[in-house]
């Protein structure tokens, strides 16, 4: 009889057990939900007082950055022009020098090309068209990879120059967004984003329409209402870039130990 009863007391005493961790787990749920309202004091947390300062401040960051900029392209004017004063170099030198000016993007540009724009889909975006799955948050905004796209495309055709938004793209420029905020060379930008191009507009179009990563992308256009854009010019002018030319790239860090004496 002993034997039966200290048998059934250990599948009690587990029971028992499980209990109270399910009632502690409660417990735990409901003083996280009292310290969350204490702490929001009935408004959304994501809107605190915090993060907007610190939207407001990279923002500022960024119109500093501009006017950094435009202070040092007019320093680079004024370089370039001693430069270019009679300096012993011959006509040949003298071209060249132009070309490498040219291709490296800080000189404007003129000539024949288009603008694409790209835009994140309306407010309240529901799928459009039959059999689509309704849309989740990251269907409906602009991505990294569709810019990046975009302006791959237009190199592919043959793009002479590409500028975004109102920045020049040189061969250290990196396009970047954190969700759907772009970041472009220190510089903070909210869609619609605008990628102009400097080129054939027939070759432009081909190339966009041949891109693998832009066709997917038009699916969601056709099926969301992202924004697609796409503009010709005949004349278009690229601004020369303004920005420091200076390389930063990263350093292994030699440990102390290693640089030490034995």
């Known amino acids: 009889m002993s034997n039966s009863d200290d048998s059934s007391a250990g599948p009690r005493r587990r029971v028992r057990a499980v209990r ?4 502690a787990i409660f417990a735990l749920a409901g003083l996280i939900f009292v310290t ?3 702490t929001s004091k009935g408004t959304n947390i994501r809107t605190d007082a915090s993060l907007l300062k610190l939207s407001d401040l990279i923002h500022e960051r960024s119109q500093d950055n501009a006017e950094l900029e435009k202070t040092t392209a007019a320093a680079r004017g004024r370089v370039d022009a001693l ?24 000189e404007p540009l003129t000539g024949k ?5 790209l835009n994140d889909a309306p407010p309240g975006a529901t799928a459009r068209i039959p059999n689509v799955p309704e849309p989740q948050p990251n269907d409906l905004v602009i991505h990294q990879q569709d810019l990046q796209a975009v302006v791959n495309a237009l190199w592919e055709g043959g793009a002479q120059g590409i500028q975004v938004m109102d920045q020049r793209l040189i061969s250290t420029s990196a396009v970047r967004c954190v969700g759907n905020t772009l970041i472009l060379q220190g510089r903070v930008y909210s869609p619609p984003y605008k990628v102009s191009a400097v080129g054939d507009p027939a070759a432009l179009r081909k190339a966009l329409a041949a891109s693998p990563a832009l ?3 038009q699916l969601y256009v056709n099926a969301y209402g992202l924004g697609w854009k796409v503009d010709e010019h005949k004349t278009l002018t690229l601004p020369g870039y303004s920005g420091t030319v200076d390389l930063h790239y990263a350093k292994p860090v030699v440990p102390s130990s290693a640089t030490s004496t034995p």
């Open 113 to 117: 090309g288009l603008t694409v724009t």
């Open 20 to 23: 109270l961790l399910t009632a």
């Open 36 to 38: 969350s309202f204490n």
């Open 83 to 106: 430069a270019d004063r009679d300096d012993g170099s011959t006509k040949a030198e003298d071209a060249r020098l132009a070309a490498l000016r040219t291709a490296s993007g800080t």
């Open 215 to 217: 066709q997917n992308y």
